[in-house]
Every structure is written in C-alpha cells, then in structure tokens.
C-alpha cells in the first residue's frame, strides 16, 4: 500500500467513525478517491483533479449533479482536515 493509499485509508475509516458509508474508489488507472453515499441514493465521488481534491455529486443512476472543489492539496494532504471538507460536503448535500 502506498502512502497515499494509506491516507485515503485513514480519511475513510475517519468518514466511517462518523457513521458515513464511505468506502474506497478505484475508477481506473491511477484514479483512487472515496465514494461516500448518501440515504437517499445519490453519492459523492471525491478525487484528486488537477493537484487538488474535489468532488462530484451524482444522482443514484450516475446523472451528474453539480461539483465542488478544495485547496487541499492532492499529496501530503492531512487526513483529518480531507475527512472534515467531506464530511461538510455531505452535511450541505445531505436531505432534510
């Protein structure tokens, strides 16, 4: 396991302990992120996109909804603070 793939590791299990189903992304080639669904179906894919991470917001059958970007950096990044954006993220898409 690489280093990143151990922190990527570490923000799930932080997403987990927070009783969010995340779960480990591999989408092809050296594409890894974190899928995190959300209740009603609809999920967000989070990656790292041109140095910095970021997410999409997908409906249940894959319709692409919106996106949303971070400055953290895609390497060398702090677990914890990957694992509060996400967390915000899905508090701001989660339903009422």
């Known amino acids: ?6 922190s990527i590791q570490q923000v799930i299990q932080l997403l987990q302990d927070q009783g969010l189903n995340a779960g480990y992304r591999h989408s092809g080639g050296c594409n890894f992120g974190i899928m995190v669904w959300l209740p009603d179906g609809r999920f967000l894919l989070w990656g790292a996109v041109d140095g910095i991470w970021a997410y999409d917001h997908l409906e249940a059958d ?15 990044f702090d677990s914890q ?5 996400i967390q915000n993220s899905v508090k701001a898409l989660a339903p009422s």
């Open 1 to 6: 396991m690489t280093e990143a793939d151990s």
């Open 62 to 76: 894959n319709d692409y909804i919106a996106s949303g970007f971070t400055d953290i950096p895609e390497s060398g």
């Open 81 to 85: 603070v990957l694992a509060e954006s």
